[in-house]
C-alpha cells in the first residue's frame, strides 16, 4: 500500500500547479483523500480533502476559490489544482487516505489518516 505524491516545482507569484496523488495496492475510490501541506516552522494543515462515496470536498478558507481538488478512479490518483498561487502557498505538501466520511470538523485532522505520501515542495516566488 503506497502513496506517491507528484507534480510540485518552483513557481512565480500567480502561477498554477498540479499536484498528483497516485495510489498503488488500494483503491483509491475507497478512500478519503486529502491533501495537507507544512511550511517550515509550522504544523501540518489540511488544505483539501474528497470524500469517499459521494465526493464530497473541503477546501481551507485560505485556498478556497483558488485550488481544486478531483479524482480520477482510471488512474487511481487524485489531483490538486492549484492556481492564483502565493508565496504563502510555499509548502511542502503531503496526500493522505483514510477510510472515513469526515465532516466539516474532523477532515483536516491528521490522526483520521492511514496512508501518507511522501510529499512534493511547493515554492512560489515573489
Known amino acids: 500500500v503506497q502513496l506517491q505524491a507528484c507534480g510540485g516545482g518552483l513557481v512565480q507569484t500567480g502561477g498554477s500547479l498540479r499536484l498528483s496523488c497516485a495510489a498503488s495496492g488500494f483503491s483509491l475510490d475507497d478512500y478519503t483523500i486529502t ?31 483558488r485550488f481544486t481538488i478531483s479524482r480520477d478512479n482510471a488512474k487511481n490518483t487524485v ?14 505538501y503531503y496526500c493522505a487516505a483514510g477510510a472515513v466520511r469526515p465532516i466539516l470538523s474532523s477532515w483536516a485532522g491528521t490522526g ?15
Request: charged share 25%.
Open 79 to 92: 489531483y490538486l489544482h492549484m492556481r492564483s498561487l502565493e508565496p504563502e502557498d510555499t509548502a511542502v
Open 35 to 65: 491533501w495537507f501541506r507544512q511550511a517550515p516552522g509550522k504544523e501540518r494543515e489540511g488544505v483539501s480533502c474528497i470524500r469517499r462515496s459521494d465526493g464530497f470536498r473541503y477546501y481551507a478558507v485560505s485556498v478556497k476559490g
Open 112 to 126: 483520521i489518516y492511514e496512508h501518507w505520501g511522501q510529499g512534493t515542495l511547493v515554492t512560489v516566488s515573489s
